[in-house]
């Protein structure tokens, strides 16, 4: 089996990455940061990306796209997050958001929702957990009335990522028929964030600010136009909408980059009179943490050649993610292992190693396992889907 990529796609990886040195200035320090600059910038960034083809480029041609193989559209997503995600909240319109109304919605919702995501102008988040619905997101209770021309929608969402951004859209789920089983009730709409009635309440936390909102809905008006595929059948959306996901954030390159980072630093920093890179503990922890980065990345991989057969890689799909996200809280870990205190330094304090980067890394990734499905929905999926075990209660 070869795990290299093609010629055109080396090329592909160069481009990107001189595109980025270009364009990310000095004070970019990823997606969650303080700096009040960063949401005008992922928009630029994603404008450009799109003028190139590059944004999109796995897309149809017709929805916008540049009509390029899944290992481009992968060499794309792993740059990105290796460089702090510059894209902004927009990777989920790309990922799944957009491929989702390929998928499901009508002539007219194609025509209006992905030539915008195409060309990088707009922002969607997505609509899902409530503070009673998180792991077992079909108890969610926001509700949407069905009221002929239009539905009226009455609840709240919690853990919204990029809804302060601010979003334009959000992608929501709501329960259209009450009586019915918790599965087959529930309905997906395009829900304009402008709309009377919506109120965004950040939610302030150690990763920062852009990280998660509450958002809660009164009486709010979705024409029924924004009702994406069919009334009460919305979870069968989510679950092939959330594979595509759980593949298309590329959190392992991220990891890749910050051992890259500690693999410099342990090289260039002298301790009791010798390189760090000489210790055999360092050396344990590096080559551990390239291991399992490997395995993450060829997960990634075997779950990437199967939408390019036109598959869907659910199970995959979920195997790929637990990889991912604790491969990334690890890197975190082993950077602040190696660095010793000062590893806890900000990127605000000139003494940081590594421009604060581990702390960042540590900080930023806590979330990781929790962010699109847990882990322990993820092994969940495994266990029932790909082993074949009885549901827990």
């Known amino acids: 089996m070869d795990f290299d990529f093609r010629p055109e796609e080396k090329q592909f990886r160069e481009e990107v990455r001189a595109f980025l040195k270009r364009e990310l200035p000095d004070w970019w320090r990823g997606l969650f940061s303080d700096d009040d600059r960063v949401p005008a ?12 083809g590059w944004l999109t480029i796995s897309w149809p041609r017709e929805y916008g796209g540049a009509a390029a193989n899944e290992w481009m559209q992968a060499v794309v997503r792993e740059e990105m997050w290796a460089h702090d995600e510059p894209r902004g909240p927009q990777y989920m319109n790309l990922n799944y958001i957009g491929p989702m109304i390929m998928r499901f919605g009508t002539p007219e919702q194609k025509a209006r929702f992905l030539p915008p995501m195409a060309a990088g102008k707009v922002i969607w988040c997505q609509g899902f957990s409530e503070p009673g619905a998180g792991s077992d997101l079909a108890s969610l209770r926001t509700r949407a009335d069905d009221a002929g021309d239009h539905f009226v929608v009455n609840g709240s969402k919690i853990w919204t990522s990029y809804a302060d951004f601010p979003a334009d859209w959000c992608l929501l789920l709501a329960r259209t028929d009450q009586k019915a089983p918790k599965h087959k009730g529930i309905s997906v709409f395009a829900l304009d964030m402008r709309t009377a009635g919506i109120t965004v309440r950040p939610i302030r936390s150690m990763a920062g600010p852009r990280d998660f909102n509450e958002v809660f809905f009164d009486e709010v008006v979705i024409p029924r136009d924004c009702l994406l595929g069919a009334k009460n059948e919305g979870w069968m959306m989510v679950v092939a909408g959330l594979s595509f996901e759980r593949v298309g954030v590329a959190r392992y390159a991220k990891t890749g980059r910050v051992i890259e980072m500690l693999v410099e630093y342990a090289r260039k920093t002298v301790v009791d009179g010798r390189p760090l890179s000489e210790r055999p503990e360092v050396r344990a ?6 291991c399992r980065y490997q395995a993450a990345r060829l997960l990634n991989y075997r779950a990437i050649s199967m939408q390019a057969r036109g598959e869907v890689p659910a199970i995959e799909g979920s195997i790929a993610r637990v990889h991912n996200t604790t491969v990334e809280q690890l890197a975190g870990q082993v950077g602040l292992e190696i660095l010793g205190p000062s590893g806890q330094l ?6 940081a190693p590594i421009d604060g980067r581990i702390e960042h890394q540590w900080i930023h990734e806590i979330s990781a396992t929790i962010a699109a499905g847990t882990i322990e929905v993820q092994k969940n999926i495994i266990a029932q889907r790909g082993l074949g075990l009885p549901k827990t209660d």
Do not use: S, W
Not at 41 to 52: M, N, P, V, Y
Not at 285 to 290: E, I
Not at 346 to 351: G, I, K, L, S, V
């Open 41 to 52: 910038l992922t928009r630029q960034i994603c404008e450009k990306l799109a003028q190139r």
């Open 285 to 290: 922890k590096l080559a551990d943490l390239y």
């Open 346 to 351: 900000t990127e605000a304090d000139p003494r």
